[in-house]
Nanobody, 116 residues
């Protein structure tokens, strides 16, 4: 079982920034993919950014150029740096890991609210 713990959500003004962190209990050597998803009120969960174990990244079109996913292997932590925030970035952000056995794990979510 993999434990995921997100932090860093909160309230920001449009144009502001936030940094999300996710500490996971699985070594990078056992991870296939890690990433961040979000779910806005009344909408389905959507992918925001992903990173493979090899370090290849992928972003949703809506966040390209504004969000950056990164990781600190020794600290088993994955980050999501968010700048130039928009009200439409509001939602619950979930940390995600798929291990090398293709099992999926999710964090409990952290709320991000971006005001006008």
């Amino acid at each position: 079982q993999v434990q995921l713990a997100e932090s860093g959500g909160g309230l920001a003004q449009a144009g502001g920034s936030l940094r999300l962190s996710c500490v996971h209990s699985r070594s990078i050597f056992n991870i296939n993919t890690m990433g961040w998803y979000r779910q806005a009120p009344g909408k389905q969960r959507e992918v925001v950014a992903t990173m493979t174990g090899a370090g290849n990244t992928n972003y949703a079109d809506s966040v390209k150029g504004r969000f950056t996913i990164s990781r600190h292997n020794a600290k088993n932590t994955v980050f999501l740096e968010m700048i130039s925030l928009k009200p439409e970035d509001t939602g619950v952000y979930y940390c995600y890991i798929q291990d090398t056995n293709k099992r999926d794990y999710w964090g409990q979510g952290t709320q991000v609210v971006v005001s006008f």
